[in-house]
Structure formats: structure tokens, C-alpha cells
């Protein structure tokens, strides 16, 4: 059965909704892309009108921007520190927008979407 984003069939309440329509394409769902720290590995995708979106699965370097100075720089990242948007992804050291890691300049936190734009970027925080 195929994953979808459409609207759930039930109310909270449990209560069913007026069934209109099947699956469409439109509403396809694609498995999370769970981005770890490890050696590089990219996939592109087709998506949506035909367009192209590049997942990250894994990567060892993050692209750090210093606030203080304005500049960017390629660091390699040397351990996973937090990701506060949930538990289990904070147990599985699984990297989103909003975890932070630890660099060889120091602290980190992710402004990229790794699942989406296909590459690390991030902002120093210590």
C-alpha cells in the first residue's frame, strides 16, 4: 500500500469522513531520509513535474557559516551532539535542520534540510 499525505480518513474523535476519492499521485508520500554521519552518499531524484531533488543519506563534512565574520568554510564533523526535534531521532544520531553537531571549529546547528537540498549547511554556535 502505498504511503500518502492526504487527509487522514478519520476524525480525532474516530469518527469516519465522507470517502470522495482514492489515492492520487499528487499525494505520494516517500519514505524519510534519515541523514547520518558517514562517508558521502547522495541520490537524485525525480519528483513532482518532473524536477530533481537531491537526498543526502550521509555525510562527514558540514559547509559553517561564522555570524561573527561572515565567512564560510568546509569542516569536517567530528561528532553528533543533539537534535532536539525528537527523541528517537536524537538516539539515532539521525541529522535535520535543528541538530546540532560538533566541528573542529566548535558547535554547529543545521539550517539546510539534508533530505531535501542534498548537502549540510550550517551556523557556529560556540
Avoid: W
Amino acid at each position: 500500500m502505498a504511503r500518502s499525505q492526504a487527509q487522514s480518513r478519520r476524525k480525532y474523535t474516530g469518527k469516519k469522513y465522507k470517502h470522495f476519492h482514492k489515492k492520487r499521485k499528487r499525494e505520494l508520500e516517500r519514505p524519510p531520509i534519515n541523514t547520518v554521519i558517514e562517508k558521502e552518499k547522495k541520490k537524485k531524484q525525480r519528483v513532482m513535474g518532473g524536477n530533481t531533488k537531491l537526498k543526502l543519506f550521509a555525510s562527514t563534512f558540514i559547509n559553517i557559516t561564522d555570524l561573527n565574520t561572515n565567512k564560510t568554510s568546509k569542516i569536517k564533523i567530528l561528532r553528533f551532539e543533539s537534535n532536539l526535534a525528537s527523541k528517537d531521532l536524537n538516539r539515532r544520531h539521525i541529522l535535520t535542520k535543528g541538530a546540532v553537531v560538533d566541528t573542529e571549529l566548535g558547535k554547529a546547528r543545521i539550517t539546510s534540510r539534508p533530505g531535501q537540498h542534498g548537502v549540510l549547511n550550517g551556523v557556529l554556535i560556540s
